[in-house]
């Protein structure tokens, strides 16, 4: 398949599918192929997946990326519910681990973020170094909550004791993971680690979705 500058530029930004196959005039089914055949030469890259709408950032000249993958792509590398970036975050010189990673969404008020981060727990290879990243973000007990919930819907390695009783006796942290919303579903966690969730069990429900 040839497609010719001309075209690409008229794609050029942030389109779907369906906005490609109006733009061209052609089907949905070539529209695809239209797609694949742009990241493969490397001019289309997905910006938001999951089973939603996916949207593809189009440019005209292959996107050369600088350093290791930030947060954001970390995070949709290793979990089925797939968020927005709304920027790109790369890192220079070092590799984001699940531990970092983990602790940095803790820390975040984006509640897709909160959901999307549970299937990283079962990727923890070393509890030290997760009370390490969560004492930075200052995340200790969200990070134990939202461990908790983790273990409501996936499955999960289980948490070092010790670390789990210095998550417990963490001080000095904001209470609301997002500005006063609490949860519903999971009050005996929220009780347990003092702070509130902004989890239900319908936000758990996306997992049973996308497996």
């Known amino acids: 398949m040839v497609i010719s500058e001309n075209v690409v ?7 779907t599918v369906d906005t490609i196959s109006k733009k061209l005039g052609i089907k949905r089914r070539t529209a695809i192929q239209y797609v694949s055949h742009l990241r493969k030469k490397g001019l289309a890259e997905t910006v938001r ?3 939603k709408i996916r949207v593809y950032r189009i440019a005209r000249v292959p996107q050369i990326k600088i350093g290791n993958p ?3 792509e970390t995070l949709n590398e290793n979990s089925p519910i797939k968020i927005w970036e709304p920027y790109e975050h790369r890192v ?3 590799e984001i681990s699940v531990e970092e990673t983990i602790a940095w969404a803790s820390s975040t008020n984006v509640n897709r973020v909160h959901l999307a981060v549970l299937a990283l727990f079962n990727k923890v290879k ?14 200790r007990r969200k990070v134990g909550a939202l461990y908790d919930v983790a273990r409501k819907i996936v499955r999960v390695k289980k948490m070092d004791g010790r670390i789990r009783k210095k998550l417990l006796m ?3 942290e904001k209470r609301y993971m997002y500005p006063y919303v609490k949860s ?3 009050k005996d966690i929220e009780k347990r680690w003092r702070v509130f969730i902004d989890l239900n069990w319908a936000d758990l ?3 049973k979705e996308v497996s």
């Open 170 to 172: 963490a001080k000095s």
């Open 92 to 94: 220079i010189g070092r």
């Open 49 to 51: 997946g999951g089973r």
């Open 184 to 186: 519903k579903s999971f």
């Open 70 to 72: 930030g947060y954001y």
């Open 9 to 15: 530029r008229k794609l050029e930004g942030l389109q």
């Open 205 to 207: 429900m996306r997992y």
């Open 126 to 139: 070393d509890w030290s170094r997760l009370y390490k990243w969560a004492l930075h973000f200052n995340s």
